[in-house]
Nanobody, 123 residues
Framework: QVQFVESGGGLVQPGGSLRLSCAASGITLDYYAIGWFRQVPGKEREGVSCLSPSDGTIYYGDSVKGRFTLSRANAKNTVYLQMNSLKPEDTAVYYC????????????????WGQGTQVTVSS
C-alpha cells in the first residue's frame, strides 16, 4: 500500500522556521518527483516546491524562493521542506505529492498525495 504521511506542521511566529517531513511507504522515491503544495480554505492549491529525480533540479514557487528548501533522504524514504522566514501568508495546509519521473505543475498529474499538515504563522 502506497502511503505518504506529512508531519511537522504547527504554530510558528512570523520570521520563525519549521521543517516539514513527508514519509513514503510502499514505494521507492528514486523515480518519482516529489512536490510540496499548500492550500488555504477556499483557495486553489498552490505549488511550493518540487524535486525532479532525473536531474536533481529543484523548483520553487516565487513566493517561497530563498526561504524554503526541499531535500530528500533516500535512505529514510523521506522528503523534507525546510521553511525559514515564515510569513502569515504562508499559513496553509501543506501536502506532499509524487508524480513519476518529472515535476509537473498540473495537480491532476500527481499520482499520490499525503493527507496534509497544518502550518499556521501568527503572532
Amino acid at each position: 500500500q502506497v502511503q505518504f504521511v506529512e508531519s511537522g506542521g504547527g504554530l510558528v511566529q512570523p520570521g520563525g522556521s519549521l521543517r516539514l517531513s513527508c514519509a513514503a511507504s510502499g514505494i521507492t522515491l528514486d523515480y518519482y518527483a516529489i512536490g510540496w503544495f499548500r492550500q488555504v480554505p477556499g483557495k486553489e492549491r498552490e505549488g511550493v516546491s518540487c524535486l525532479s529525480p532525473s536531474d536533481g533540479t529543484i523548483y520553487y514557487g516565487d513566493s517561497v524562493k530563498g526561504r524554503f528548501t526541499l531535500s530528500r533522504a533516500n535512505a529514510k524514504n523521506t522528503v523534507y521542506l525546510q521553511m525559514n522566514s515564515l510569513k502569515p501568508e504562508d499559513t496553509a495546509v501543506y501536502y506532499c505529492a509524487a508524480v513519476a519521473y518529472v515535476c509537473s505543475g498540473a495537480l491532476h498529474e500527481y499520482d499520490y498525495w499525503g493527507q496534509g499538515t497544518q502550518v499556521t504563522v501568527s503572532s
